[in-house]
């Protein structure tokens, strides 16, 4: 069986987050590098792999995908369902809960920091203080939930690891590329789940890959 | 077995988004009003609706509650996550994935400006904003036209929770000024015109009605 193809610049955390997911899988992956400098990521070739134009893509035999989130699940869904807890209704539902949750209450406030301080000036801008200060006061919202879960439970969707808890391995390890990683300093058990998830192998991969420029 | 609560106004875009899911599966169910003035939305973790229950199950996160539903009720009649196929799974979660980075950021400016703005907040529509959301939308359209003349629906030739999930902001986006957008996109305005044909359609759009407090 010939290895899965992961497209894309491991500079991008969407990119990394579904490298997280391949190496908790045990996959057999391959990346196979999108060079943004020559906007390979617009040439017909990556086109026709994401219609969008972004990155990562991904090729698991004849099936082509897109959008990282969706990468994440086909990958545990394949070689790790337990990661979803497939087949059993409540705990699934937990996991997507908090999915649900990294993408439009995290990620939605993270991002825009993590592009402005890390990505905007690689790409000749500045980076937008309004834009960061604006986000800022989104993102110091959420670890406060965060940490009413996690005095109930041990990870986000219930006592045991899931895609959840991974997805924000990336984008987390971005924050703390920038000198607002602070925000994360006020809630202990947050702390203590990062602390167990960025030692894991494939964060360590990941952060490796990822060497976010600031 | 008793209906699942649906916590939020029948009116909400994320409410919606459940209630489309419960009427194909043919669930029971009854929405709660929640009352925004008393601030009773804010019980959930992020003060958000939906907010969901099925006995002990208590879920929030509108596509999260939508999957469960979509799982607990699945049939013969609706499959609609298809968590049976990787690949056809793979493509619902894709398209999924698209609605929500892609489609809404681009379409959810122009129904706000063209109707939540003005009706319900009294602020004028911004036409900037509007122009430029219109920009982006086309541009995601045409990928969408793309791909609805290689198949019937987004994640093949079968309707799925990814074509469900555009419901109701395509539905809003109707009843904007801007709805002859479509009409350059034939192949996506008939994939339209197949979703608002389903049955439940009617019921839902009777309580879909944007109007001042």
């Known amino acids: 069986m010939a290895p899965v193809k992961l497209y894309g610049d491991t500079m991008s955390w969407n990119v990394t987050r579904c490298m997280v997911a391949l190496e908790e899988a045990g996959a057999d992956y391959e990346i196979v590098h999108i060079d943004f400098d020559t906007r390979e990521h617009k040439s017909p070739g990556h086109l026709a792999r994401n219609p969008f134009g972004q990155v990562p893509a991904f090729q698991d035999g004849d099936l082509y995908l897109w959008e990282s989130r969706a990468i994440c699940k086909h990958v545990c869904r394949k070689y790790k369902p337990e990661m979803l807890k497939a087949g059993d209704l409540e705990e699934s539902a937990m996991v997507d809960v908090w999915l649900e949750v990294e993408a439009h209450q995290y990620n939605a406030a993270l991002h825009p920091i993590i592009f402005e301080i890390l990505i905007s000036p690689i790409l000749g801008g500045t980076c937008d203080q309004k834009v960061v200060d604006e986000n800022l006061e989104k993102l110091k919202k959420v670890p406060e939930v965060y940490e009413a879960r996690l005095t109930k439970c041990k990870y986000l969707a219930g006592d045991f690891i899931s895609l959840a808890d991974l997805n924000h391995v990336s984008a987390t390890l971005c924050l703390f590329a920038t000198p607002y990683a602070s925000v994360l300093d006020a809630y202990p058990r947050v702390k203590a789940w990062w602390d167990g998830l960025v030692a894991r192998p494939s964060a360590q991969k990941a952060a490796t890959l990822m060497k976010p420029s600031v | ?36 003035q008393a601030k009773e939305h804010k019980s959930p973790p992020f003060g958000q609706i939906p907010a969901f229950q099925d006995g ?158």
């Not at chain 2, 209906?3 to 043919?26: D, I, Q, Y």
């Open chain 2, 1 to 36: 077995m008793a209906p699942v609560k649906v916590f939020g106004p029948a009116m909400s875009t994320n409410v919606t988004r459940v209630l489309v899911c419960l009427e194909e599966v043919g669930a029971e169910y009854e929405v709660v009003h929640l009352d925004y």
């Open chain 2, 56 to 213: 002990d199950v208590v879920l929030f996160e509108s596509r999260a509650i939508a999957r469960y539903v979509l799982r607990k009720y699945k049939s013969a009649d609706a499959d609609l996550l298809r968590e049976g196929n990787l690949k056809e799974v793979a493509m619902v979660d894709v398209w999924t994935e698209v609605e929500a980075h892609q489609y809404y950021p681009a379409i959810s400016p122009v129904v706000y400006e063209c109707l939540i703005n003005p009706i319900m907040r009294g602020v004028p529509t911004n036409q900037k904003a509007v122009d430029e959301a219109l920009e982006k939308f086309r541009k995601v359209l045409d990928i969408y036209e793309a791909r609805l003349s290689k198949s019937t629906y987004l994640a093949g030739d079968f309707l799925s929770f990814a074509d469900l999930n555009h419901f109701t902001y395509t539905y809003y986006f109707m009843a904007t000024p801007h709805a002859a957008v479509f009409d350059s996109y034939p192949h996506v305005k008939g994939w339209w015109e197949r979703i608002m044909s389903r049955p439940y359609v009617k019921k839902l759009a009777a309580n879909m009605l944007i109007k001042a407090p």
